[in-house]
T-cell receptor, first 114, second 118 residues
């Protein structure tokens, strides 16, 4: 099955700095790559996603880049704010037998220091 | 638009006791997922429904876990009997699938039920 590795497991940055989280995956047939933010006591919330026919997507301070050849994708948060502090998960979803099934990374705890 | 609703939010039970979780997906979402999230890890799929049919239950421990989605809307996940290792957050999510063989769209998660087995 699909294997997703996420790094780093913890990340601490100063307010205003950028944060980058990277995920690698194993199944080259995977074609949908969402990122979720999970705050304490809440379920994961989709913040941005990218499909395999696109190399980069941006939404205000958040961007995701995808390298299908190397099978990795990254979340970039610029001008970080204390409210960005949370656990971030990447996920991977494929087609065929894996259609509809998302495999998640183990999460990155981001702390933004004011 | 109301989000995914789950209840209860918290549950503490003794081992060997039964427990049930309930999920009400977003209106119109035909696909429903149950995930288990252990501390410090990402969600792991237990079962996925399309309408009332369980299309992927390969990760569901069928000796003690069961699930149902009557009428293709609400769903219930049950554990009987519970074991200490079942302590986790149980998340329900829903999404729309565009047709029988169509694409799956974004998943929306509920707040989860935190289960503690003592």
């Amino acid at each position: 099955g699909e294997n997703v590795e996420q790094h780093p497991s913890t990340l601490s940055v100063q307010e205003g700095d950028s944060a980058v989280i990277k995920c690698t995956y194993s199944d080259s047939a995977s074609n949908y790559f969402p990122w979720y933010k999970q705050e304490l006591g809440k379920g994961p919330q989709l913040i941005i996603d990218i499909r395999s026919n696109v190399g980069e997507k941006k939404d205000q301070r958040i961007a995701v880049t995808l390298n299908k050849t190397a099978k990795h994708f990254s979340l970039h948060i610029t001008e970080t704010q204390p409210e960005d502090s949370a656990v971030y998960f990447c996920a991977v979803r494929g087609e065929g037998a894996n259609a509809g099934k998302s495999t998640f990374g183990d999460g990155t705890t981001l702390t933004v220091k004011p | 638009e109301a989000g995914v609703v789950q209840s209860p939010r918290y549950k503490i039970i003794e081992k060997k006791q039964p427990v049930a979780f309930w999920c009400n997906p977003i209106s119109g979402h035909n696909t429903l997922y149950w995930y288990r999230q252990n501390l410090g890890q990402g969600p792991e799929l237990l079962i996925r429904y399309e309408n009332e049919e369980a299309v992927d239950d390969s990760q569901l421990p069928k000796d003690r876990f069961s699930a149902e989605r009557l009428k293709g809307v609400d769903s219930t996940l049950k554990i009987q009997p519970a074991e200490l290792g079942d302590s986790a957050v149980y998340l329900c999510a829903s999404s729309v699938r565009g047709g029988i063989s169509g694409p799956y769209y974004e998943q929306y998660f509920g707040p989860g039920t935190r289960l503690t087995v003592t």
